[in-house]
């Protein structure tokens, strides 16, 4: 009957597809978890029906007979969903009441066990569908299917991936969103922990491994989204600061940019590592999403904050102007000094011009409040000046050049930038953040030299000619 009531649900009238719902409405009240077994077929039927009727506009339906297959048909859904519990995780392991015979707790079992597998292709099937009404349903139910039985849902998890990872092209931000809730909770679930999965090997010789509150398919889920960034820069440039944002708020934003900085320090494409990297730290500066791991970089007071920036620093150097930004945030003058003195060795382009403008720009914002009160302590903070100053050589006397030089105007005492820090000063700064001493900055400089060079060599490479057509 399910079968007959799933086919004309599919009808091009609209009064047959309306009863045929409401027929599947009435099953899964009087049937209970005894449709269980159905669901697949049922979900064929309902994730269709979802549509909105601008979908629909082709269609000849009644107005009335539209709005109310929708109703019932988010009905059918929400019932069918309610049916699904954590128990139905373990029902595999459980033993049968010793006091219910053999046979009929067997036959009650088989009757209440849920068929996974054709639901997880149903679901991935749907998942395409040109209605966003229908994506969004699918992925309510892949979320609340890991919520409610996360082991067995583990089982078929590699079909899903897949999917999941091409949804984040979704041209609807609901859906993405939605797609990532499910892609973070695969990613955090405690299930995961007892699975394992192939990574690529030159992931494998890297310090990457799951942070304590993820499991495998974070890395996985880290990866998959740098190679299609890498592949679809359209989508980097479009979408990719709202997918970090988002992914931020529902994971930790710590572990997220270790991570992806531990992965960076292995991609081949250099310029794509450059473009990701500029993306990723504008984020970094800009979005309240991070405020708090902003704050923790820029006091640096404990040995775990340290670790992190010098991570951060060796992908950073992809990209030049974005590592001073880090040295700017993290309050490391001094390095950031000697960074802008090898500037002078590297190709100056109308790009990297414009990265400094923005640079400035960042400056005069409300994130770098703490930087510009330090100006006032001439004496401690000879290095900052110093710096600023490398920024304003390095601009052409543009809008950016003028900002910054009127800021740089209103510095008292001008006459002693050039007074050498005094050891009372570098006591205290010690005292203050006791770690940062612990980093090799003369390794990280070498660092930044050696991927600098590697840039050059890249941008320095011939275009290759286009085919001759004979």
């Known amino acids: 009957m399910v079968n007959i009531l799933t086919a004309h ?10 009863t045929a719902v409401t027929w599947l409405k009435e099953f899964i009240r009087l049937s209970g978890r005894s449709i269980l077994p159905y669901t697949s077929g049922i979900l ?14 082709n269609l000849l339906f009644d107005a009335d007979n539209k709005k109310m297959i929708i109703e019932v048909s988010k009905t059918v859904n929400n019932s069918l969903m309610k049916l699904i519990t954590a128990e139905d995780d373990s029902d595999i392991n459980e033993q049968p009441d010793s006091s219910e015979p053999a046979e009929d707790s067997a036959s009650r079992q088989t009757v209440e066990k849920l068929a996974l597998p054709s639901v997880i292709d149903v679901l991935s099937k749907h998942l395409l569908h040109n209605s966003t009404q229908t994506r969004l349903s699918v992925l309510r139910w892949i979320y609340h299917l890991h919520m409610q039985i996360p082991n067995k849902m583990f089982q078929h998890v590699e079909e899903l991936f897949p999917v999941l990872i091409r949804t984040l092209s979704d041209p609807c931000d609901e859906v993405v969103l939605r797609d990532l809730e499910v892609l973070a909770e695969i990613s955090s679930s405690a299930a995961g922990r007892r699975h394992s999965i192939q990574l690529p090997e030159h992931i494998k010789n890297l310090s990457v491994a799951p942070p304590g509150s993820m499991n495998i398919y974070f890395i996985k889920f880290m990866l998959s989204l740098m190679n299609l960034f890498a592949t679809d820069h359209q989508l980097l440039d479009d979408r990719g600061s709202f997918i970090i944002q988002q992914l931020c708020l529902l994971l930790n934003a710590e572990d997220i940019y270790r991570t992806l900085a531990e992965i960076l320090l292995k991609e081949s494409d250099l310029k794509f590592a450059s473009h990701i990297v500029q993306t990723l730290n504008t984020i970094l500066l800009t979005s309240k999403e991070l405020f708090e791991l902003r704050n923790r970089l820029k006091d640096l007071k404990t040995e775990k904050c340290c670790s992190l920036f010098v991570c951060l620093y060796r992908s950073w150097c992809y990209n030049a102007v974005a590592t001073v930004s880090l040295c700017f945030l993290t309050q490391n003058y001094k390095h950031a000094c000697d960074l802008l003195q090898k500037f002078g060795d590297l190709e100056v382009t109308v790009e990297f011009l414009t990265e400094i403008d923005k640079l400035v720009q960042l400056i005069e914002s409300p994130i770098f409040t703490y930087l ?15 710096s600023l100053y490398g920024l304003l050589m390095l601009l052409p006397q543009s809008d950016a050049f003028r900002t910054l030089l009127h800021r740089l105007q209103c510095i008292p005492n001008l006459q002693q930038m050039h007074m050498p820090t005094n050891e009372r000063t570098k006591k205290s700064e010690v005292a203050l953040r006791p770690h940062v001493k612990q980093i090799n900055f003369a390794d990280l400089l070498q660092h930044f030299n050696s991927i600098q060079k590697q840039l050059l060599l890249v941008d320095r490479q011939p275009t290759p000619r286009p085919k001759e057509i004979s």
């Open 44 to 57: 064929t039927a309902i994730l269709p029906c979802l549509a909105y009727d601008d979908e629909r506009k």
């Open 9 to 18: 649900s599919q009808s091009s009238e609209d009064l047959i597809q309306l």
């Open 372 to 386: 510009r009160l330090q100006l006032l302590d001439v004496e401690h903070n000879h290095h900052l000046m110093k």
